[in-house]
């Protein structure tokens, strides 16, 4: 009966807004559990979906380096497949990917104009060197 007493002498105690806002914060963690669940599983279908072409990319590139094709149709293969890539990266990834590319490309005209004996690069401006690594892709 002692423990009957104590538990009526509580719920008589407790307001109405400490009530709901322990039901909000309940619902709040279960909400955040399931939606953590579903972006972790959307994310590791991603991530294995990627995995898979790149995989696929991969074989097919041993496969075609095994052929004797020329060097032109490998690089323009090769390109094909860079842009398969590329559509599954998602826009800030493609973002980032493009500053990276910014950065890297500002490191290496910087160490040709610094070492301009070495490399012969007196004529070399930021525009030819980006026209000739578009070759590359």
Not at 21 to 47: D, E, G
Not at 75 to 98: D, F
Not at 111 to 135: G, H, P
Request: hydrophobic share 30%; proline share 0%; glycine share 2%.
């Amino acid at each position: 009966m002692e423990k009957y007493e104590t538990l009526t002498i509580l719920l008589d105690n407790l307001s109405s807004t400490y009530v709901f806002t322990l039901i909000l914060t309940t619902a709040t963690i279960i909400c955040t559990f399931i939606c953590s669940k579903y972006v972790n599983s959307c994310l590791q279908k991603k991530n294995d979906q990627m995995k898979t072409t790149a995989n696929d990319l991969r074989n097919e590139d041993d496969e075609q380096n095994s052929n004797e094709l020329s060097k032109g149709f490998l690089g323009q293969i090769r390109s094909a497949k860079l842009r398969k890539l590329e559509e599954l990266l998602t826009e800030e990834q493609k973002v980032e990917e493009k500053n990276i590319e910014k950065e890297q490309l500002a490191a290496i005209y910087k160490l040709l104009k610094e070492q301009e004996s070495i490399y012969q690069t007196k004529e070399l401006d930021e525009n030819a060197l980006k026209e000739q690594l578009k070759l590359y892709r």
